[in-house]
């Protein structure tokens, strides 16, 4: 089985390395020593621990409940109303998110250029949430 060290782990976690040594000290992931001293985590366990980190992430942030949990919050830089239908757009860093919907939802959520929105991600759907 591999094994992952504190530096390994932490890019895979998307946290500082410091973040995962206190996390290994504080016993919220096992850790054991390899034959030169350096503390590895089998991939099992660091992969049950990025679930139960992924899980607990938007727990606290003022971030809505939802189950789409790949979010790119980003400024509206386009909105086309159409009779039913409706495209918004959306920059979330270097990324342009694309999403169509209907054009009741965009009035109800009051899209406009300019205003911060969330795009969430799930399969192929693209979710707007207004923050």
Known sequence: MQSYTIGQAARLLGVS???ARRWADAGRVVT??????????DGRDLAAFSVEVGQGAHLDDGEPYTSARNAFPGIVTAVELGDVAAQVEIQA??????????REAVEELGLEV??????????????????
């Open 17 to 19: 390395p410091d973040t």
């Open 32 to 41: 054991h020593r390899d034959e030169g001293g350096r503390r590895l985590i």
């Open 93 to 102: 860093g270097s990324h342009r998110l694309v999403s169509l919907l209907t």
């Open 114 to 131: 300019g205003m911060q929105a969330t795009a969430r991600v799930k399969s192929t759907s693209v979710h707007i949430d207004r923050t």
